[in-house]
């Protein structure tokens, strides 16, 4: 069959744009690996990453004119995920995927013919070997004006069996960070067994399972090979969850002598000793982010995070003595916090002084129990879905309005970005890998986001 698989544009907040690591989406890359492995004929419009409009993106889905039609959505493109399904349905059977359609299967089932939940390696090909639809397990669709949803499908436990994402299949020097430097993402296991209550990932994954070192290793070495790239950002929830596979993975990247930067993210209180993490400095890991979220210890509980300032402190220290740059997150303005907690958030932050932030508010996705708690209590004041970014109010409470939480926002960003010795020590920190072409692009990324930073 011809497919075409669509992620769809949205308007990336500008402070993203900077910040964010351009790169194509792993899990829909690997859907369009399987379906090739499959033997179909496939096609992708990467609508984010060519920064296409809806309706050039429906444009390019009719000159395609594939059988089926694979759009994958997650909170803040679903509304216009559904208007490209409802508009492709015209010529094509349409599938729809991703993390939103898989947490709330009814928001989308009326505009395509199904639904995949989870993840959709084994399904979506399943689904167009001529089975049964309900005898295909994780799926959802209509059927005589009712939502039917078969049983759910357990999680692929062996990842080594799933496909490295079709790259090949995506305009590749579009991903490049600083216009220049060609980087790439990487995804070494699934799932996070934490329970924050506002993750979507933790819901839909509750089990992490790892690819083996053999596995991960190998597409990087192809990623160096065939994409030339500089540096890869391991994008796991929590890369050392397993220490002695974390630790498996870097030993081979020695023995391989494969020479690149790369960047993962983990829990603070995973961090292992100093003498661990100047091993993983030398396999190249050149950068940790952290999740801060809130300095608050009764918003960490009432989320379900159970993360000691202690451990973060720690965790940022141990970093910089291991010679690793740092970054982190921080969400402002949870229900019960005051504008005050919200600034103390910001203030650790700056104690902690990572090379990186980023900060963001409060949104309570569907799907989570955070969603059910701001609904039951009456704090969600946003429902346009294009505004789910992390970086637009969405909840108001007594104490922060959605105008409040905006002006926190713009001024954590300020506090934090709008110095001048800043600048000079990130350039400093760039000068000893980056070539002369790379580096114009980076001080024209640097200038304008430093500007950019100023007129809020």
Not at 63 to 90: F, H, L, M, W, Y
Not at 190 to 217: A, D, H
Not at 241 to 268: H, N, P, S, V
Not at 309 to 315: E, G, L, P, T, V
Request: hydrophobic letters at 40%; a neutral charge.
């Amino acid at each position: 069959m011809k497919i075409t698989l669509v992620n769809p544009h949205y308007e990336e907040p500008r402070v993203l744009r900077f910040l964010g690591l351009p790169s194509i989406p792993l899990g829909f890359g690997c859907v369009a690996a399987s379906l090739e492995c499959a033997g179909h004929d496939v096609e992708v419009i990467d609508a984010f990453g060519e920064k296409l409009t809806t309706e050039r993106t429906i444009e390019r889905l009719r000159e395609a004119a594939p059988d089926v039609t694979g759009i994958s959505c997650v909170t803040c493109n679903v509304d216009i995920g559904r208007r490209i399904a409802e508009a492709a349905k015209q010529f094509s059977m349409v599938v729809m995927g991703g993390t939103h359609p898989s947490l709330i299967p009814e928001s989308v089932a009326d505009a395509c013919d199904v639904v995949v939940i989870g993840e959709g390696e084994e399904s979506f090909p399943e689904l167009l070997s001529g089975k049964p639809r309900r005898a295909i397990r994780g799926i959802a669709f209509r059927e005589g004006g009712h939502l039917v949803g078969t049983p759910s499908r357990p999680q692929i436990a062996d990842l080594d069996s799933v496909p490295f994402p079709a790259r090949h299949l995506f305009p590749m020097d579009r991903y490049k960070q600083f216009g220049e430097m060609s980087l790439a993402t990487m995804m070494t296991s699934r799932g996070c067994p934490m329970r924050c209550s506002y993750c979507t990932i933790s819901r839909l994954y509750p089990s992490w399972r790892g690819r083996s070192p053999e596995n991960v290793v190998d597409e990087m070495e192809l990623l160096i090979r065939d994409y030339h790239v500089k540096g890869i950002s391991l994008v796991d929830e929590d890369f050392l969850y397993d220490l002695d596979r974390a630790e498996a993975i870097c030993e081979r990247i020695l023995t391989r002598r494969l020479k690149f930067w790369w960047g993962m993210q983990t829990r603070a209180d995973r961090l292992p000793d100093l003498s661990f993490l100047r091993r993983m400095k030398k396999a190249g890991c050149e950068f940790a982010l952290f999740g801060i979220e809130s300095v608050s210890e009764q918003t960490m509980k009432d989320l379900n995070r159970h993360l000691s300032i202690a451990a973060i402190r720690r965790a940022f220290r141990v970093c910089r003595d291991a010679g690793m740059r740092t970054a982190g997150s921080a969400i402002l303005g949870f229900p019960g916090e005051t504008e005050a907690d919200a600034l103390a958030t910001v203030a650790f932050v700056q104690e902690l002084d990572p090379d990186y932030v980023f900060f963001g508010v409060p949104t309570p996705f569907p799907g989570t129990k955070f969603h059910l708690d701001c609904q039951a209590n009456g704090w969600i004041k946003e429902t346009d879905l294009l505004k789910y970014t992390i970086m637009s109010p969405i909840v108001e409470t007594q104490s922060i309005s959605l105008v409040d939480a905006q002006r926190i926002l713009h001024r954590a960003y300020r506090s934090f970005y709008f110095r001048p010795w800043y600048l000079i020590r990130r350039l400093c920190h760039e000068l000893s890998r980056l070539d002369w072409h790379t580096l114009c692009g980076f001080m024209k990324w640097s200038l304008a986001s430093f500007f950019d930073t100023h007129r809020w």
